[in-house]
C-alpha cells in the first residue's frame, strides 16, 4: 500500500536533508583598487566575481544558491567584509525563492561589516516568499562612523506576474545596525498565519504585495534626502506624499537622521517596486546597478 501526501499536506525532510549554506567574502583595497581577500564557501553557497561587474576601484561580488531557493528548515549564512578603503558591492545571481514549508522555518543570516573609509553595498535581487513558506532573517551590520553602508532588501509575496497570492505562511525580519559599536538602527517586521488578511488592511498593504527598505548609513546619507523624495515623486521638503506624483501602482517615503537615509517603498507588484529602487539608487550614489540584474 502506497501513500502520496497531497500538495495541502507536504511531506516532512529529514532534517539531515535540509540544506545548509555558509558564505564569508572579505574584500580589501590593494594600490587603487579592490581585490578578493579570504573566501569561503560551504554546502549551497557560492560567489562569483564577474569581470563585467567591475566599476573603478569597487569589486562586484555575485551570491549564488546552488540550491535554487530555500525550503522549510533550510538555513543561510553570510559573512561580507568590506575592509579599510574598499569597496565592495553585493548581489544575487536572482530572486532568492522561499518555497511552502512542511512546517519547518527556514532560517538566513546576513552580517555585514564596512571598516574604515570602506564603502558596502548590499543589493540582492528580490526574495519571493510563497505561500505557505516559514522563513526567518537576520541582517546585522557594523559600521565605521567614515564608512559607508547601503541596504536594499525588496519583498514580493508570491509570483505576482502569475497572479499567485500569498494567504498563509510566516514571514520574519530584523535589522539591527551599529556604528562605531553602537546600535543606530533596529527594525523588525512579522508577518504570521492568515497574511493575506493582514495585508489586505487599509492601514497596513491594501492588498498589495511587494515592498522594499533601503537605507543608507554614510556622512552624506542626510544631504541626499531631497533628491531621493524627487526620484520617488515625493513633495521636495515636504513629508507628505504627494498622489498625484507617485507612479501608478506605488507608494513611498522617505526620512533622514543621525546619519543615515531610510526609504520605505510599497508596491502592487514586483514591477513598480523595481523601478522604483532603480531610480533611487541613482541619487544614492549607485551609477550603475549590477549588470545581472539585466539578465
Not at 100 to 118: K, M, N, P, Q
Not at 129 to 141: C, K, L, N, Y
Not at 201 to 224: I, K, Q, S
Request: proline content about 4%; some cysteine; charged content about 25%.
Amino acid at each position: 500500500m502506497f501513500a502520496t501526501a497531497s500538495p495541502s499536506e507536504p511531506a516532512s525532510i529529514p532534517v539531515e536533508r535540509r540544506g545548509q549554506g555558509r558564505l564569508l567574502v572579505e574584500a580589501r583595497a590593494l594600490d587603487g583598487r579592490t581585490v578578493r581577500g579570504r573566501i569561503e564557501e560551504e554546502g549551497f553557497a557560492r560567489v562569483r566575481f564577474p569581470r563585467s561587474g567591475r566599476r573603478g576601484r569597487a569589486l562586484e561580488a555575485v551570491m549564488i544558491n546552488t540550491g535554487g531557493g530555500l525550503a522549510g528548515g533550510d538555513a543561510s549564512q553570510s559573512c561580507l567584509v568590506a575592509g579599510r578603503d574598499a569597496q565592495l558591492v553585493v548581489t544575487t545571481q536572482a530572486a532568492e525563492k522561499i518555497y511552502r514549508s512542511d512546517g519547518a522555518t527556514s532560517r538566513i543570516e546576513v552580517e555585514l561589516v564596512a571598516e574604515a573609509c570602506a564603502s558596502l553595498h548590499w543589493l540582492p535581487q528580490s526574495t519571493i516568499v510563497f505561500d505557505g513558506a516559514r522563513v526567518e532573517r537576520s541582517i546585522a551590520a557594523e559600521v565605521a562612523p567614515d564608512a559607508r553602508l547601503l541596504l536594499v532588501e525588496p519583498v514580493i509575496l508570491g509570483r505576482t506576474a502569475r497572479g499567485e497570492r500569498v494567504s498563509h505562511g510566516s514571514l520574519a525580519d530584523r535589522w539591527r545596525i551599529r556604528r562605531d559599536g553602537r546600535l543606530i538602527y533596529a527594525d523588525g517586521l512579522q508577518l504570521d498565519g492568515d497574511i493575506a488578511a493582514t495585508l489586505d488592511r487599509r492601514a497596513t498593504a491594501g492588498g498589495w504585495a511587494a515592498f522594499a527598505t533601503l537605507l543608507l548609513v554614510a556622512p552624506d546619507a542626510e544631504a541626499r534626502l531631497e533628491a531621493a523624495r524627487g526620484a520617488l515623486g515625493l513633495d521636495s521638503g515636504a513629508d507628505d506624499i504627494a498622489p498625484a506624483t507617485l507612479p501608478e501602482g506605488l507608494d513611498a517615503g522617505a526620512s533622514s537622521w543621525d546619519g543615515m537615509l531610510s526609504v520605505r517603498l510599497l508596491a502592487r507588484d514586483g514591477a513598480p517596486l523595481e523601478s522604483a529602487i532603480r531610480r533611487v539608487l541613482g541619487v544614492l550614489g549607485v551609477g550603475e546597478v549590477p549588470r545581472i540584474w539585466h539578465s
